[in-house]
Nanobody, 124 residues
Framework: QVQLVESGGGLVQAGDSLRLSCAASGRTLSMYSMAWFRQAPGKEREFVTA????????TYADSVKGRFTSSRDKGKNTVYLQMNSLKPEDTAVYYCAATLNSIRLALAATYDYWGQGTQVTVSS
């Protein structure tokens, strides 16, 4: 079992930055591909970014490309999401997820483990 705990969310103004963290316990994440998804009120959960198990490949949703950066620190068993130039439409609960799969990483159904989420609110 893998337990994931997100942190770093909060209330910021448009244009500000935040860094989310996702700390894992139970197993090392070294062989897991990781992703961030988000869900705004009344909307479906949407893909934000995924980073493969080696950290050598990352993909981003078009809506965050150029503003968000995902990374992982295998020594700390943690993944990060650096969010810059935040917009009100980025407001959502952000979830990290883990999977041993290496394909279809933009699909929520691919992931076996999920964190509880952290709220990000961006005011205009």
């Amino acid at each position: 079992q893998v337990q994931l705990v997100e942190s770093g969310g909060g209330l910021v103004q448009a244009g500000d930055s935040l860094r989310l963290s996702c700390a894992a316990s139970g197993r090392t994440l070294s062989m897991y591909s990781m992703a961030w998804f988000r869900q705004a009120p009344g909307k479906e959960r949407e893909f934000v970014t995924a980073i493969n198990w080696s950290g050598g490949s990352t993909t981003y949703a078009d809506s965050v490309k150029g503003r968000f950066t995902s990374s992982r620190d295998k020594g700390k068993n943690t993944v990060y999401l650096q969010m810059n130039s935040l917009k009100p439409e980025d407001t959502a609960v952000y979830y990290c997820a883990a999977t041993l799969n290496s394909i279809r990483l933009a699909l929520a159904a691919t992931y076996d483990y999920w964190g509880q989420g952290t709220q990000v609110t961006v005011s205009s």
